[in-house]
C-alpha cells in the first residue's frame, strides 16, 4: 500500500545502494522517499521539492554526511537531519548532533525497529 499523498518526504543519502534499498524497503509503505548516491544528487533533490527528513550516511565520496546536513541545517533548517555512521564514536556522535542539529545519529547496523522509531520521533518534534 503506498503511502497517502500527505506523508511526509524523507530524502535517504548513501552511496551504498544496499543500504538505500534496506531503508527504502523499512521505510516505503510508510513516508514518500526520494534517494540520492551522493551530496550533490542530494542538493538536487532539495532545489526541485520540499523534503521532511533527511537520512544520510557519515562516508561518502565526496563531501561527507556531516558537512552535508551542516548546509542543510543553514539552508533548510526546518528539515530534521538524522546522521548514520559505521563507526561508535562518542566525540563524532556529540560534534554530529551540535554541529548540524541532528535530531538523532543512528550507528550501523540499524535494525528495522530502531530506523522505524527514530524516524517517527524526528518527524514528531516541532510538528
Keep these: ?50 523534503v521532511d527528513l533527511i537520512i544520510t550516511d557519515h562516508l561518502m565520496p565526496g563531501e561527507s554526511g556531516l558537512d552535508f546536513l551542516m548546509r542543510v541545517r543553514e539552508h533548510f533548517p526546518e528539515t530534521k537531519r538524522i546522521l548514520v555512521t559505521g563507526y561508535m564514536n562518542p566525540d563524532l556522535i556529540s560534534r554530529a548532533e551540535t554541529l548540524a542539529g541532528l535530531s538523532a545519529c543512528l550507528v550501523k547496523p540499524v535494525s528495522r525497529e530502531q530506523l522505524l522509531t527514530t524516524v517517527q520521533s524526528a518527524l514528531a518534534v516541532g510538528a
Design 1 to 50: 500500500m503506498p503511502p497517502a499523498d500527505s506523508s511526509p518526504v524523507i530524502l535517504l543519502v548513501d552511496d551504498e545502494q544496499e543500504l538505500l534499498t534496506a531503508f527504502s524497503l523499512h521505510l516505503g509503505e510508510l513516508y514518500h522517499l526520494e534517494t540520492a548516491n551522493t551530496a550533490a544528487e542530494a542538493d538536487m533533490i532539495l532545489g526541485l521539492q520540499k
